[in-house]
């Protein structure tokens, strides 16, 4: 049973528009969001985080926004660039899930030149 | 560069053995975690530890079994390796539970 889902596997954008990816969890427990970025032959990198307490963090030219009620939460990179073509992948954790995080099967994003 | 290591990068070996792959963590963490990657599959969770204790084990197989040594380097053992465990392993540390976690670079392994 999938707890996070990433349900589009790939996502192509034009350089300069926005790329906007989806997670969707099924846990309300989960109270703390993450996404990481992952380069082929690279382990993944920190992105960005959300707190269940806030609806939206923003950090340069990323954005998460989480909607709780809809258990769903998006990232927005405006505006894309081509190094930001990768995969991401969005992990959820919760007090009751112990320490650890559960990570989506992620998004191989494309943004075309 | 995260400043967590791992080493081998890469790891060729038949059925049937067994293979040791060595984490480093960030100066400074306490928390380390072991993730597998199958091809074009998320991160599978594997096992967590801190300071030394085992904390928290996910979707780990019994051929497998990991520590944390008192300089807080990993080591994780898989025995009896069959086809499917040709993977991505990684390793994360972080400073705390929930914290961020940073990843290594990875461990591939190839069971022909």
């Known amino acids: 049973d999938q707890q996070v889902k990433q349900n589009s596997p790939s996502l192509s954008v034009q350089e300069g528009r926005i790329s906007i990816l989806n997670c969707d969890y099924t846990?309300?427990?989960?109270?703390?969001f993450l996404w990481y970025k992952k380069y082929p032959a690279e382990g993944p990198t920190f992105l960005i985080s959300?707190?269940?307490?806030?609806d939206k963090n923003e950090d340069g030219r990323f954005t998460v926004f989480l909607n709780k009620s809809a258990k769903h939460l998006s990232l927005h990179i405006v505006p894309s660039q081509p190094g930001d073509s990768a995969v991401y992948f969005c992990?959820?954790?919760?007090?009751?899930?112990?320490?650890?995080?559960?990570f989506g099967p992620g998004t191989r994003l494309s943004v075309l030149p | 560069d995260s400043g967590v290591t791992q080493t081998p990068k890469h790891l060729i070996t038949a059925t049937g053995q067994r293979v040791t792959l060595r984490c480093s963590p960030r100066?400074?963490?306490?928390?380390v975690y072991w993730y597998q990657q199958s091809l074009d599959q998320g991160l599978q969770f594997l096992i967590q530890?801190?300071?030394?204790?085992?904390?928290a084990k996910g979707n780990i197989l019994e051929r497998f079994s990991a520590q944390q040594f008192p300089d807080l380097h990993s080591e994780l053992n898989l025995s009896s390796l069959e086809l499917g465990d040709s993977a991505l392993y990684f390793c994360?540390?972080?400073?705390?539970?929930?914290?961020?976690?940073?990843f290594g670079p990875g461990t591939r392994l190839t069971v022909l």
């Open positions: 994360a540390s972080s400073v705390a539970a929930r914290d961020t976690q940073y």
């Open positions: 846990n309300s427990m989960f109270d703390y």
């Open positions: 959300i707190s269940s307490i806030k």
């Open positions: 992990a959820a954790s919760g007090d009751n899930y112990g320490q650890n995080f559960v």
């Open positions: 100066s400074g963490d306490l928390s």
């Open positions: 530890y801190y300071n030394g204790e085992e904390r």
